[in-house]
C-alpha cells in the first residue's frame, strides 16, 4: 500500500544526500571566493591503509585491518567521547566474479546505551553519490567532513553525519561502507546491483566481527539514491548471499532500481556526470562494453569518462553539470539510445535491475513524484515487483511540487523529509 509521507508518518526532517551535494557546491564557491584551503590530515595519513596485503582472508565480511579513526570535534587519546568511538576497517567482500574484494568502510560503536530489545542492532550505511576517485571515500573524511585538494583540484565532502549521528544517539552500531573500489585500487564499480549489495552485507559481517557482537545480532540497512540501491541491493540479496545475517528491515530512498530510465532522467542536470560514473564502472567488469564506447563515443565524450574517474561529486557538477550527453556521442544520440540499439550494452544495463529477489526482511521505500534525478516510476515499479514476490514492502510518496528543475533540489527534499520516519522504521523493526 502506498501512502503519502504526510498520512504514513507525520511530520518530520531529514538532511538528504543532494542536500549535501548542493551544500558541497556552495560550500566549494564560498571556501574558493574566500581564498581559504580546507584539508583533511587524516585521510593524507591514512594513505597506507589503502592498500591492500599480498594476500588476505577470502572468507566474506574478514576484517583484514582496522585502526583508530577520531569523529569529527574529538580528542586524541581521550575515550568514550561523545557520539562514539570510530574504527577504520579494511573488510573482505567480492567482486562480481566472486573473487575475494578488499573494501574499506568505518565501523562506530556508539556511546550512547541501546535501550531497545534485544542485543545492540547494527546499520549499515550506504553513502549517497559521492564521486569515483579514490579521494572521496567517506572513511578518509571522519575527522572533518570536507576535503579540498587544490593541487587536483578536488572537494570531497562526507555527508553522512546526520544520519549517522541520528542512529548513534538511538544507542545503534554503525558501519559505513566506501563500496569497491573506492580508496582501494580499482575502479569504484558505481550503481553495480551485485557488488554494491555485498559490500553492504559484508560489511554488516565485518562490523559484528570487529565489535564483538553475536553471530545472530541483529542487522539492518539504510541508503539514499545510489545508498538507496546498494540498501536494496543488499535486501534483496541477503537470503541468498549472506543468510548468516539476520537482517530485520532496510530503508531504501530514491533506489536507482531500473538504470536504464535513471540515466535518461539525470541527463542534463546538474549531475549528469554520474552516468560517467555508471559507465565507467560497468565497463570494468563487462569488458564487451569497451569496444562499443569507442565506436559510439567522440574523443570529447571519451574524456568526460576519463575525468570523472578521478573526481568527486562536487568537481563533476562544477565541470560537466548541465551537458547533454548526445554531446558525447558519435551520432548526437543520448546515450540511453546508444544503449537501447546495442543489445550488449542493453543486457548489461538491465542486469543491475533490482527487484528480481525477495527481501527476507521488511523494507521501507521512498520516491518522489518530482524527483528529478531519480524516477518516481521505477521506484514505484520495484515496490510492485517485491510485492509480487511477496515481500513486506512499505513505500512513501514525497508529492513535492517541481523546484528549479535538474539542480537536483528535488531529490534532494524527499530526502530531507524522511531521515525521522526511516529512522523510526528501522527501530521499530529492531523492537518487533
Request: proline share 8%; hydrophobic share 40%; glycine share 12%.
Amino acid at each position: 500500500m502506498r501512502r503519502t509521507w504526510g498520512n504514513l508518518f507525520g511530520r518530520s526532517g531529514r538532511r538528504s544526500t543532494s542536500t549535501h551535494r548542493l551544500a558541497a557546491v556552495v560550500t566549494t564557491g564560498l571556501v574558493a571566493a574566500a581564498g581559504i584551503t580546507i584539508a583533511s590530515p587524516a585521510a593524507s595519513a591514512a594513505g597506507d591503509f589503502y592498500t591492500p596485503p599480498s594476500s588476505f582472508a577470502a572468507e566474506p565480511g574478514s576484517v583484514i585491518r582496522s585502526q583508530p579513526s577520531p569523529l569529527l570535534l574529538q580528542i586524541p587519546g581521550v575515550k568514550n567521547q561523545w557520539p562514539g568511538t570510530a574504527t577504520r576497517v579494511m573488510y573482505t567482500s567480492s567482486y562480481q566474479d566472486g573473487t575475494p574484494a578488499p573494501v574499506t568502510g568505518t565501523l562506530v560503536e556508539p556511546t550512547a546505551a541501546w535501550r531497545g530489545k534485544g542485543e545492540r542492532p547494527t546499520i549499515v550505511l550506504g553513502p549517497g553519490t559521492v564521486g569515483q576517485g579514490d579521494q572521496c571515500a567517506g572513511s578518509k573524511l571522519m575527522s572533518f567532513p570536507l576535503s579540498i585538494d587544490p593541487a587536483k583540484p578536488s572537494i570531497a565532502v562526507n555527508y553522512t553525519a546526520l544520519e549517522l549521528n541520528l542512529l548513534l544517539i538511538n544507542g545503534v552500531r554503525v558501519f559505513i561502507t566506501d563500496y569497491i573500489g573506492m580508496g582501494t585500487p580499482g575502479i569504484h564499480t558505481y550503481v553495480n546491483r551485485r557488488e554494491s549489495g555485498a559490500a553492504m552485507l559484508d560489511g554488516a559481517r565485518a562490523a559484528l566481527r570487529l565489535s564483538k557482537a553475536g553471530a545472530d545480532a541483529p542487522v539492518g540497512f539504510s541508503g539514499y539514491s545510489q545508498g538507496g540501491g546498494a540498501a536494496a541491493s543488499a535486501a534483496e540479496m541477503a537470503a541468498t548471499y549472506a543468510p548468516d545475517l539476520d537482517v530485520k528491515g532496510t530503508y531504501a530512498g530514491a533506489p536507482p532500481a531500473d538504470l536504464a530510465k535513471v540515466i535518461d532522467r539525470i541527463d542534463g542536470t546538474f549531475i549528469v556526470g554520474g552516468i560517467g560514473y555508471a559507465i565507467n564502472g560497468l565497463t570494468a567488469r563487462y569488458p564487451a562494453l569497451g569496444p562499443i564506447l569507442d565506436r559510439e563515443t567522440t574523443p570529447a565524450g571519451r574524456r568526460v569518462l576519463s575525468q570523472v574517474a578521478t573526481q568527486c561529486i562536487g568537481d563533476t557538477g562544477l565541470a560537466f553539470g548541465f551537458q547533454r550527453t548526445n554531446q558525447w556521442t558519435r551520432t548526437g544520440e543520448p546515450l540511453s539510445r546508444v544503449i537501447d540499439r546495442n543489445p550488449e550494452a542493453k543486457k548489461v544495463v538491465d542486469e543491475q535491475r533490482i527487484g528480481t529477489l525477495r527481501p527476507n526482511a521488511p523494507v521501507l521505500l521512498e520516491g518522489g513524484i518530482n524527483d528529478d534525478v531519480i524516477p518516481y516510476g521505477q521506484v514505484a515499479q520495484l515496490e510492485r515487483d517485491w510485492r509480487a514476490q511477496g515481500a513486506d514492502v512499505r513505500m512513501v510518496t514525497n508529492g513535492i511540487p517541481p523546484i528549479f528543475p535538474g539542480l537536483v533540489v528535488n531529490h534532494a527534499l524527499p530526502m530531507v523529509t524522511t531521515l525521522l520516519p526511516a529512522t523510526n522504521f528501522l527501530l521499530g523493526e529492531f523492537n518487533r
